[in-house]
């Protein structure tokens, strides 16, 4: 019974048996996989994300370190096997206020990325679909947003909604979608000429449906590419950020707040700037590989 | 040429009006207001304050007589200075945050297209290895890291140069390389990229075959066409270097103009926000222009008529 259902399924499409079609994305996946540097780089980032997830957890129930309570009287000690990071100027463990800080960073970045690359795509393929006068503002007003003062904005922004975690991945986002938005009108500039587009259309289907379901999902590789990229200068700004006081408020740590803790006591404490500048650069750096191997793996005509 | 760039200074227009109008915006509906932290101002002082700087008044009136000062290039008073007008404040700082980011930027160009150049040329060698890997670590050390690092080894260990402040030629270099060395890295990627995309093409098979000598064909006919992505790279990075620029003045101690806009942003230093942010949006649009006309020079496949 089942033997006939095969051979007839067979029998029905032979070219399965025969040629196994390869998928932009598995095509994509196995490039990926073959650049060793990428791979070695998504590991760090696990690994990191990994141990800021845990970490804190497991060195507050093994050891009772957390990232707050202070110890005056320890104060400031080099790195020991008992303090891997050392100790900071109030005593407590740098370890463990680098993996909450790191927690902060990553999480931090990915949703300022998401807020960024979802506000970009549908801004982006809305104004390329409306065309005409639509898209032109639309463009025009992501021209002027670009000629801003980027940085300044979010000053501006942080200022005016106050300092919260919440508020300044969505300070961050709102201002960083500007990329993503140039580059998905790009693509649907040309993917909306194209045959199947006119075939959705002509079956009757709504514009909103066009964009979403036939016209977003075909710039998912671009947009994939800008976000893995992104991720990192999120980062890197929520660091610019505190370090300048403005984003994440002590006593909670952040990688920025740690590193203009450590960059005014290195001359004494050399470890606290080294530690917390040492991960958040190895954070970036693997971030940054990684995106650069997404985009190698995802687009190989962009390869350089 | 001049047609192209004359519409485009008209573009401006509009564009700067937008500009103007939605900086105050921002400005403006925030909450809060520059005498709120201060302690306790007796409400007739404070009614006073808000007269002297027209605060009374219903906003669009405010906006018209901030537009009409713009246009004689008065840039309002600081609340958070009294003593000081805006055009002082900037006239004090803002030469100091360019210096900076020129110093910045003559480095990263320096570097980054050597670099550029060597991993093209050897493409696929060690050293292209080694150039492109050193401009990934380039780009991923934050500046308040490399910062600090460079103030611990060069001023405080070798004493080499002076760890921060403000004065002559020595007080730009710590603080330009640790701005510009970000760029100088993703500059180095993108002149070598830019080179391998001309680097078989035909003219330059053209030019080997005259029997033009290598360096000849790198510098004169490569390199063009590796910088023309450098080019238009140049106008957001000078942006983000001058926006940069607000913590290597922090670290190295500069007066630039960057600690003022932190302040000012914090105290509701209306005039004194706007005025930053506008002077940099009107700097970065002139900027971008000057960009696309260079572009037009050194690729002669694009034409503006």
Redesign the interface.
């Given at each position: 019974m089942t033997g006939a259902d095969d051979s007839l399924a067979a029998g029905a499409r032979p070219d399965d048996a025969l040629i196994a079609g390869t998928s932009l994305w598995q095509d994509a996946w196995r490039r990926l996989r073959k650049n060793s540097m990428a791979v070695a780089s998504g590991l760090i980032i696990l690994l990191v994300g990994l141990a800021c997830l845990v970490g804190p957890l497991v060195l507050h129930a093994v050891w009772g370190y957390d990232a707050q309570t202070q110890d005056l009287a320890y104060g400031p000690q080099p790195p020991s096997w008992q303090h891997p990071f050392g100790t900071d100027f109030y005593g407590r463990d740098l370890l463990v206020r680098v993996l909450v800080g790191g927690r902060v960073s990553l999480s931090v970045g990915l949703l300022a990325a998401i807020v960024a690359a979802t506000i970009g795509t549908i801004y982006g393929a809305v104004a390329s679909y409306a065309g005409g006068v639509v898209d032109s503002l639309m463009m025009?007003t992501v021209?002027?947003l670009?000629?801003?003062?980027?940085?300044?904005?979010v000053?501006?922004l942080v200022?005016?909604l106050g300092k919260s975690l919440l508020l300044l991945f969505l300070a961050l986002g709102a201002v960083g979608w500007l990329l993503t938005a140039r580059v998905v009108r790009g693509q649907v500039m040309s993917l909306k000429e194209q045959d199947f587009v006119l075939a959705a259309r002509s079956l009757g289907t709504p514009g909103r449906a066009i964009v979403f379901r036939h016209l977003i999902p075909n710039t998912l590789g671009p947009v994939i590419v800008t976000f893995t990229l992104t991720v990192?200068s999120m980062i890197?700004q929520e660091?610019?950020l505190s370090?300048?006081g403005?984003g994440v408020q002590p006593p909670s740590p952040s990688l920025?707040s740690l590193?203009?803790d450590?960059?005014n006591q290195?001359?004494v404490f050399?470890w606290t700037?080294v530690f917390p500048?040492g991960v958040?650069?190895l954070l970036?750096?693997a971030l940054?590989?990684l995106g650069?191997g997404v985009r190698d793996a995802l687009d190989p005509r962009m390869r350089? | 040429m001049t047609r192209y760039l004359l519409g485009r200074l008209l573009e401006l227009v509009p564009?700067a009006l937008?500009?103007i109008l939605?900086?105050f915006a921002?400005?403006r509906l925030?909450?809060g207001s520059p005498f709120s932290s201060e302690k306790e101002i007796p409400p007739e002082i404070r009614r006073q304050l808000e007269a002297k700087y027209g605060f009374d008044r219903p906003l669009p009136e405010q906006f018209a007589r901030y537009v009409g000062n713009l246009l004689r290039g008065d840039l309002g008073l600081s609340t958070k200075y009294p003593q000081r007008t805006v055009n002082e404040i900037i006239a004090a700082g803002f030469p100091v945050t360019l210096s900076l980011a020129a110093v910045a930027l003559v480095w990263s160009l320096l570097v980054g297209i050597t670099a550029g150049i060597i991993g093209a040329v050897r493409q696929n060698t060690a050293w292209d290895h080694a150039a492109m890997t050193t401009a990934?670590?380039g780009?991923?050390?934050?500046s308040?890291?490399l910062?600090?690092?460079l103030?611990?080894v060069v001023s405080?260990r070798l004493h080499l140069l002076p760890p921060a402040g403000w004065g002559d030629w020595r007080h730009l270099i710590l603080p330009g390389l640790t701005l510009g060395t970000i760029y100088a890295a993703s500059i180095a990627?993108l002149t070598?990229?830019g080179m391998?995309?001309v680097i078989r093409s035909d003219y330059i098979r053209t030019a080997r075959a005259k029997g033009l000598s290598e360096r000849l064909i790198i510098w004169r006919h490569m390199l063009r066409g590796g910088l023309l992505p450098v080019i238009s790279y140049l106008g957001?990075a000078i942006?983000?270097m001058?926006?940069?620029s607000?913590?290597v003045e922090?670290?190295f101690n500069v007066p630039g103009i960057g600690p003022y806009?932190?302040d000012a942003?914090?105290n509701?230093d209306y005039f004194l926000?706007m005025g930053?942010?506008l002077l940099?949006?009107f700097f970065?649009?002139l900027l971008?222009l000057v960009v696309d006309a260079l572009y037009g020079l050194l690729d002669p496949r694009i034409d503006y008529s």
């Amino acid at each position: 019974m089942t033997g006939a259902d095969d051979s007839l399924a067979a029998g029905a499409r032979p070219d399965d048996a025969l040629i196994a079609g390869t998928s932009l994305w598995q095509d994509a996946w196995r490039r990926l996989r073959k650049n060793s540097m990428a791979v070695a780089s998504g590991l760090i980032i696990l690994l990191v994300g990994l141990a800021c997830l845990v970490g804190p957890l497991v060195l507050h129930a093994v050891w009772g370190y957390d990232a707050q309570t202070q110890d005056l009287a320890y104060g400031p000690q080099p790195p020991s096997w008992q303090h891997p990071f050392g100790t900071d100027f109030y005593g407590r463990d740098l370890l463990v206020r680098v993996l909450v800080g790191g927690r902060v960073s990553l999480s931090v970045g990915l949703l300022a990325a998401i807020v960024a690359a979802t506000i970009g795509t549908i801004y982006g393929a809305v104004a390329s679909y409306a065309g005409g006068v639509v898209d032109s503002l639309m463009m025009r007003t992501v021209d002027i947003l670009y000629a801003l003062p980027y940085m300044f904005l979010v000053i501006i922004l942080v200022t005016i909604l106050g300092k919260s975690l919440l508020l300044l991945f969505l300070a961050l986002g709102a201002v960083g979608w500007l990329l993503t938005a140039r580059v998905v009108r790009g693509q649907v500039m040309s993917l909306k000429e194209q045959d199947f587009v006119l075939a959705a259309r002509s079956l009757g289907t709504p514009g909103r449906a066009i964009v979403f379901r036939h016209l977003i999902p075909n710039t998912l590789g671009p947009v994939i590419v800008t976000f893995t990229l992104t991720v990192p200068s999120m980062i890197l700004q929520e660091a610019f950020l505190s370090f300048l006081g403005l984003g994440v408020q002590p006593p909670s740590p952040s990688l920025g707040s740690l590193i203009n803790d450590g960059a005014n006591q290195m001359l004494v404490f050399w470890w606290t700037l080294v530690f917390p500048g040492g991960v958040m650069t190895l954070l970036l750096f693997a971030l940054n590989f990684l995106g650069d191997g997404v985009r190698d793996a995802l687009d190989p005509r962009m390869r350089t | 040429m001049t047609r192209y760039l004359l519409g485009r200074l008209l573009e401006l227009v509009p564009t700067a009006l937008v500009i103007i109008l939605a900086s105050f915006a921002l400005v403006r509906l925030a909450p809060g207001s520059p005498f709120s932290s201060e302690k306790e101002i007796p409400p007739e002082i404070r009614r006073q304050l808000e007269a002297k700087y027209g605060f009374d008044r219903p906003l669009p009136e405010q906006f018209a007589r901030y537009v009409g000062n713009l246009l004689r290039g008065d840039l309002g008073l600081s609340t958070k200075y009294p003593q000081r007008t805006v055009n002082e404040i900037i006239a004090a700082g803002f030469p100091v945050t360019l210096s900076l980011a020129a110093v910045a930027l003559v480095w990263s160009l320096l570097v980054g297209i050597t670099a550029g150049i060597i991993g093209a040329v050897r493409q696929n060698t060690a050293w292209d290895h080694a150039a492109m890997t050193t401009a990934l670590v380039g780009i991923s050390v934050p500046s308040f890291v490399l910062g600090p690092l460079l103030v611990l080894v060069v001023s405080l260990r070798l004493h080499l140069l002076p760890p921060a402040g403000w004065g002559d030629w020595r007080h730009l270099i710590l603080p330009g390389l640790t701005l510009g060395t970000i760029y100088a890295a993703s500059i180095a990627r993108l002149t070598r990229g830019g080179m391998l995309e001309v680097i078989r093409s035909d003219y330059i098979r053209t030019a080997r075959a005259k029997g033009l000598s290598e360096r000849l064909i790198i510098w004169r006919h490569m390199l063009r066409g590796g910088l023309l992505p450098v080019i238009s790279y140049l106008g957001p990075a000078i942006a983000s270097m001058l926006t940069g620029s607000v913590v290597v003045e922090k670290i190295f101690n500069v007066p630039g103009i960057g600690p003022y806009f932190v302040d000012a942003a914090f105290n509701r230093d209306y005039f004194l926000v706007m005025g930053i942010v506008l002077l940099y949006a009107f700097f970065l649009l002139l900027l971008n222009l000057v960009v696309d006309a260079l572009y037009g020079l050194l690729d002669p496949r694009i034409d503006y008529s």
